[in-house]
């Protein structure tokens, strides 16, 4: 009989895809395993592509937290051979398991995907994997044409986070323009559907932009990324979707802390306001809009930087 394995992962889209390394390793390690992964409804579809995958269940928020008794519910009645609960959700002490790996916080101040290889006692740490299908690839292809593209984000879940619109209006200018660094590529932007209000703003000022956000699912978006030269962003969930593509990648740092939550891949950087983490989020929590520090001229040599990795 195959092995059965549990992962319960995060509902946010980010804290996902950074443990997706660890799930790849499983995959890899145990190649006749059967595989039921739990995500948020958000990332759910990233593993609908993932070799061995038995099921991916959302999990969707209830009220009085009802959604944690219906996913036990839902795997009481398996033995599991391994579970790996990355979220250290309380169900996973009960149920019928012969390996138990349940994370739980600590002080570390490293990378999350260092912590979280640590914690299952591998050597090495693994690369962020995103599954893409040809279907998704051929869609991509499609929305981009023949044209080369630099893929931004200027969204993320906190204002805070967020660089200004101007400054990446500025950016792509001087990245497109005659004699700049991507002289003749065409921007792709891409967000979440509730930042569509937010962003219009941008498009107004950069009319020929591709306007892929929300319009795409998070598979065709990764492919998307594939596809692109570049992408730069605010910490976000499309930051780490990015960096565990395989694109150069470039995350926008303030209120965050880089040295915990930066892009984990061979072609990834970050750069950050002049402030320290400390500072910046002291400044963001009184209301100040502490990313109107980080200036285009140092995000455009840092682009420098990831365009040669």
């Not at 962020?128 to 200027?154: C, E, H, M, R, Y």
């Not at 660094?181 to 921007?187: R, V």
């Not at 962003?199 to 591709?210: E, I, K, V, Y």
């Not at 930066?262 to 910046?280: C, F, H, M, N, V």
Request: hydrophobic share 40%.
């Amino acid at each position: 009989m195959a092995m059965k394995v549990l992962f319960i992962t995060s509902t946010y889209l980010g804290d996902a895809i950074i443990s997706s390394g660890i799930l790849d390793q499983t995959i890899q390690n145990n190649p006749k395993a059967r595989i039921t992964v739990v995500a948020g409804s958000v990332p759910a579809p990233l593993f609908d592509n993932m070799p061995q995958v038995e099921k991916v269940i959302p999990l969707v928020k209830k009220k009085f937290s009802l959604h944690w008794f219906i996913l036990w519910f839902k795997c009481l009645f398996y033995r599991w051979d391994t579970i790996i609960d990355v979220r250290g959700t309380g169900i996973s002490y009960f149920l019928w398991t012969g390996k138990k790996y349940i994370w739980r916080s600590n002080a570390d101040q490293d990378l999350k995907v260092h912590q979280f290889a640590r914690w299952l006692g591998l050597k090495e740490t693994p690369k962020n994997k995103i599954w893409v299908s040809d279907q998704d690839l051929t869609t991509a292809k499609k929305i981009f044409g023949k044209s080369k593209i630099i893929s931004i984000s200027p969204a993320a879940n906190w204002d805070k986070k967020c660089w200004p619109l101007d400054y990446f209006v500025d950016l792509c200018n001087d990245l497109t323009k005659k004699g700049g660094a991507l002289e003749g590529h065409k921007i792709a932007v891409f967000g979440a559907p509730n930042q569509k209000k937010d962003l219009q703003p941008l498009f107004d000022q950069l009319p020929d932009a591709l306007n892929l956000v929300g319009n795409i699912n998070l598979p065709t978006v990764a492919a998307c990324f594939q596809l692109s030269k570049i992408f730069i962003g605010n910490d976000s969930g499309l930051m780490h979707l990015a960096a565990a593509s395989g694109v150069r990648t470039l995350g926008l740092f303030g209120p965050s802390p880089e040295n915990i939550y930066g892009p984990w891949g061979g072609k990834a950087l970050y750069i950050r306001t002049p402030e320290s983490y400390d500072q910046a989020m002291a400044k963001s929590k009184s209301g100040e809009n502490i990313m109107k520090n980080l200036q285009v001229k140092d995000v455009t040599a840092k682009i420098g930087e990831v365009l040669k990795l």
